[in-house]
């Protein structure tokens, strides 16, 4: 199953058209809606003042409420749009975002308005795809849970069970330590104060991947595939497995995982791995965090140049943009990890 992404962030609508679904799914609007839902800003000063409805239309590959094995087309309607926030942005990009390298790439003919086609705004088409391959994956018997693992330096604790995270889904704020989930909420308010943003990391675990699916091969290693979809994720810009960067502060004898047999099935003991060795799975939960950067568009004065006249000038961007995405992101990547984990089954 492939996913094609289209529209802006400013445009009539956004939509993403997946291809290759199986023929006879029922796709469950709630479900849909509820993920939507967890991704949308909350009147909480934690995120952008932008709402949209997020209602999803289904335009082609459904018919009687089962899909027909034709391209679905999902589309999302875009409503408040305030353009003219980036029209002194045309041509002097914003510092770590996407503007120069697309101006660049478009030849002159980027959408700017919003981030265009680069705004987080496209991750709601992404969830509503995820959705459809959480459903698929469900009859496999595997699921896809996370948490924020961290906000700038301050850490959730460990899960310790899956059914831990499955609990948390629908938090607004989805952390296993309300605690410690208070001061991040804080971190991002005093950034927001500061018309600064902050970055941090969501962890995520593929529960039921049966072993010996993947390849060490490229296009086939498990860990390259997920890592393809993630990375597609705007501000990704750090995907560890299993014990991550870890594994530069342990011996052999730490970083391997002992085999064990329990209830008939080979396992093992500890899962370092993150699920997977020699680019394969090996029937332990796939877990993984992807890290994600502080949002670009900062209120603070910052350096940029005009592309018209190559003179280097002080941009200061107005707007309505969110102080940190983490938050808001979490049922994002785990949209990104249920797409993957279909291609890993060939679903």
Not at 14 to 30: F, K, N, Q, R, S
């Amino acid at each position: 199953m492939r996913y094609t992404i289209f529209g802006e962030s400013h445009g009539p609508a956004i939509g993403v058209t997946l291809e290759g679904v199986t023929p006879g799914l029922e796709v469950d609007m709630e479900l849909m809606g509820r993920e939507l839902s967890r991704r949308a800003p909350k009147p909480d000063g934690l995120s952008t003042s932008r709402r949209e409805a997020d209602q999803v239309h289904i335009l082609s590959g459904l018919f009687e409420g089962k899909t027909t094995g034709t391209p679905l087309t999902l589309v999302i309607q875009n409503s408040d749009q305030h353009s003219t926030d980036y029209e002194a942005l045309r041509y002097t990009p914003r510092p770590s975002h996407g503007d120069y390298a697309g101006f660049i790439g478009s030849k002159g003919n980027l959408d700017y308005r919003g981030g265009g086609h680069f705004s987080g705004r496209l991750t709601a088409p992404l969830v509503a795809a995820g959705a459809v391959a959480k459903q698929l994956l469900a009859q496999q018997g595997v699921w896809v849970w996370s948490h924020i693992s961290a906000i700038y330096g301050i850490l959730d604790r460990a899960w310790e069970d899956v059914e831990e995270l499955k609990a948390i889904a629908d938090k607004p704020f989805p952390v296993l330590d309300d605690a410690r989930g208070e001061e991040m909420r804080q971190a991002i308010l005093e950034a927001k104060n500061d018309q600064d943003s902050v970055g941090g990391s969501i962890e995520c675990v593929v529960a039921g991947l049966p072993a010996g699916f993947g390849a060490p091969d490229f296009g086939r290693n498990v860990e390259g595939i997920f890592s393809q979809y993630l990375f597609a994720v705007p501000a990704v810009k750090a995907v560890a497995f299993g014990a991550g960067v870890g594994f530069s502060y342990m011996r052999g004898t730490e970083a391997n995982d002992p085999f064990e047999v329990k209830d008939g099935k080979v396992l093992t003991k500890t899962n370092h791995a993150g699920g997977i060795n020699g680019g394969i799975t090996n029937g332990m939960p796939v877990v993984f965090e992807a890290t994600l950067r502080p949002t670009p568009s900062i209120g603070l004065p910052q350096e940029s140049v005009d592309l018209r006249t190559g003179e280097e000038v002080e941009i200061e961007i107005t707007g309505r943009h969110d102080p940190c995405v983490v938050h808001r992101a979490v049922p994002v990547i785990e949209a990104a990890a249920a797409l993957a984990a279909c291609e890993v089954l060939g679903i």
